[in-house]
């Protein structure tokens, strides 16, 4: 497709197959995707149920595929062949299904202590994404869906390119949206947290937004919906949200909406879009320093923050490390990322090996047993 811009998807699994098939609805502009996975197979699947729903939508958007480790030098090349001007990160080390589809001491520990525990997961393949960007295509935009609200500040830290995330906060901004009868509208404003996919412990740790510059009041009833609804289905709305991001980025047309992890910075933030930008779109009076350090305090409930190019695990995660990965205990520094992500790695492979709510002798997994 001559002439049209080019979108790279990392990925074949549910967000992606959600995110491209949402594209294919879209009549903006033309559009080149090319879906890439290590299973050539998967990623032909994916192109091809896109592909369809474009061509019977009268959407000028073409989809193919290619079958590249993204670990390997090949997505270096594909880069190069074809210099995208954006890149999608939907594929993690870290399965977020696991726990329904393979069910084990590490999925009950992740249940058991928080999120934050695979953010070293979370940042692997978008850290291989970023370096393939720096390296071989230095204008091309990244975007990362893995914890974005954590992961995209460890990209910045490590002075990699990352542009904003998708998720979390954009599905909280949409859930309210549908509550409240609005579409993407400058109307709405919503700083949120992926933390904020559940209510939190403290009422006062709740998202927050402004309708017409007026903050809401009734933000945890406003999110029964999406918080009652399938994690896993709920893809289809993020990834309609991913979609439009995309076709803003792509055909320089403006959105309103709310994005995690923008320019590296921690959670999610209300953002306007256009010419390939993205920047930051706070309500009234709130600054962003003060829009940071709220992120920062509402983000440790999910067991991580990134400060000042270190990862520290709070609350119950760093009890977990502190019992089955020491090491980890004092946090580490972004740049000793792999060392963390060997420990983790380990640690998965250690109580994968046991039944889920189990020990190696028959008895309950709890964070002070070894």
């Known amino acids: 497709m001559s002439g049209a811009p080019h979108l790279v998807v990392l990925g074949t699994g549910s967000l992606a197959r959600s995110v491209c098939c949402s594209l294919a609805g879209l009549r903006s502009g033309p559009l080149w995707v090319t879906v890439v996975g290590r299973d050539a197979r998967a990623a032909g699947e994916v192109a091809y149920l896109a592909g369809s729903r474009a061509l019977l939508s009268g959407a000028p958007v073409r989809f193919d595929a290619a079958g590249t480790d993204p670990g390997s030098r090949a997505l270096e090349e594909l880069l190069v062949r074809t210099r995208p001007r954006l890149l999608l990160v939907c594929a993690s080390s870290q399965s977020p299904w696991e726990r329904t589809r393979h069910p084990s001491g590490w999925t009950d520990l992740i249940a058991e202590a928080g999120f934050g525990l695979t953010l070293p997961l979370q940042a692997e393949i978008p850290v291989w994404a970023a370096r393939a960007v720096a390296d071989a295509a230095p204008n091309t935009l990244l975007i990362n869906a893995c914890f974005p609200d954590a992961v995209n500040p460890v990209l910045k830290a490590l002075d990699l390119p990352v542009l904003c995330g998708i998720g979390n906060a954009g599905l909280v901004a949409a859930s309210l949206g549908h509550a409240l009868g609005l579409g993407p509208t400058p109307r709405l404003k919503v700083l949120a947290h992926h933390v904020h996919l559940h209510a ?17 009041i009734d933000v945890t009833a406003l999110l029964t919906r999406q918080r009652t609804t399938d994690r896993e289905r709920l893809n289809l709305v993020t990834g309609h949200t991913a979609a439009l991001l995309i076709d803003s980025l792509a055909h320089g047309c403006g959105l309103h909406t709310s994005l995690p992890g923008p320019h590296g910075l921690p959670g999610g933030y209300p953002v306007v879009t256009g010419g390939g930008t993205v920047t930051l779109d706070l309500p009234p009076g709130l600054t962003e320093r003060e829009a940071t350090e709220w992120n920062h305090r509402v983000g440790a ?51 994968r090996r046991r039944a889920a709510g189990r020990d190696g002798q028959g008895t309950p997994l709890r964070l002070e047993e070894r």
């Open 200 to 216: 939190p412990a403290a009422p006062a740790d709740e998202a927050r937004a402004w309708l017409d510059g007026a903050p809401l």
């Open 301 to 351: 409930g999910d067991g991580v923050t990134v400060h000042d190019g270190r990862v520290r695990f709070t609350g119950p995660v760093r009890a977990a490390v502190t019992t089955h990965a020491p090491a980890l205990a004092e946090g580490f520094a972004a740049t000793a990322l792999d060392e963390a992500q060997a420990e983790v790695k380990a640690l998965r492979d250690r109580l």
